[in-house]
């Protein structure tokens, strides 16, 4: 147990909606990551948050969003839907930006029909 | 850019064969190095590291050694069992501890 949460562990929903997932970091740490892993993609880095600021953005659609609150949880919003947003999402978190360890979820397999 | 490039698998072998992944990177700066494994439908987990060049990292008997000269990193074990039977990723730290860079992933079968 790595100690990050992530919910919900599945999510169904149809094309053109939209979901949030949520995920809390282990306790202490700062960084939250988000990652996409889709068969024909691999892993994909999403977004970085620390300490409550965006700090990185890698493979993000536009109709993603991410936040992470004051107690240092995180979302990430996916919206307008489509059958290619179907694949597993990580949330990672790590100690600070100088800690180069992350510490995965999970994951939350979402499923667009 | 930075970015990973590892040894495509599938990868089947028996239980006490030896096992070599080969990764290799590109990177500007002095990037930290990573060997992370995946089990069945579980998340990701830190199986090893290194952050600078000649830094030997090892876990539960698995072995990388960061190489610069020839830039890469490649994972090995001398006797796998069933139970490492996994998938491997390969990853980079761009040394700002802001983003990550993955490889594609190697599925490991370890056979009785």
């Known amino acids: 147990d790595s100690g990050v949460t992530q919910t919900p562990k599945h999510l169904i929903t149809a094309t053109g909606q939209r979901v949030t997932l949520r995920c809390s970091p282990r306790?202490?740490?700062?960084?939250v990551y988000w990652y996409q892993q889709s068969l024909d993609q691999g892993l994909q880095f999403l977004i970085q948050y620390y300490n409550g600021e965006e700090r990185a953005k890698g493979n993000i659609l536009e109709r993603f969003s991410a936040q992470q609150f004051p107690d240092l949880h995180s979302e990430l919003n996916l919206s307008s839907l489509e059958l290619g947003d179907s694949a597993l999402y990580f949330c990672?978190?790590?100690?600070?930006?100088?800690?180069?360890?992350?510490?995965f979820g999970p994951g939350t397999r979402l499923t667009v029909t | 850019g930075n970015s990973v490039t590892q040894m495509e698998g599938p990868v089947t072998l028996s239980e006490e064969a030896f096992l070599t992944i080969n990764c290799t990177y590109t990177?500007?700066?002095?990037?930290?190095l990573f060997w992370y494994v995946q089990y069945p439908g579980e998340g990701l987990q830190l199986l090893l590291k290194?952050?600078?060049?000649?830094d030997k990292g090892s876990n539960k008997g698995f072995e990388a050694t960061y190489r610069k000269e020839t830039t890469s990193f490649h994972l090995e074990k001398g006797s796998v069992q069933v139970s490492d039977s996994a998938v491997y990723f390969c990853a980079l730290s761009d040394g700002t501890g802001n983003q990550f860079y993955f490889g594609t992933g190697t599925s490991l079968t370890v056979i009785p």
């Open positions: 990177a500007t700066g002095y990037p930290s």
């Open positions: 990672a978190s790590s100690v600070d930006l100088a800690t180069y360890e992350q510490y």
């Open positions: 306790s202490g740490d700062l960084s």
């Open positions: 290194a952050t600078k060049a000649d």
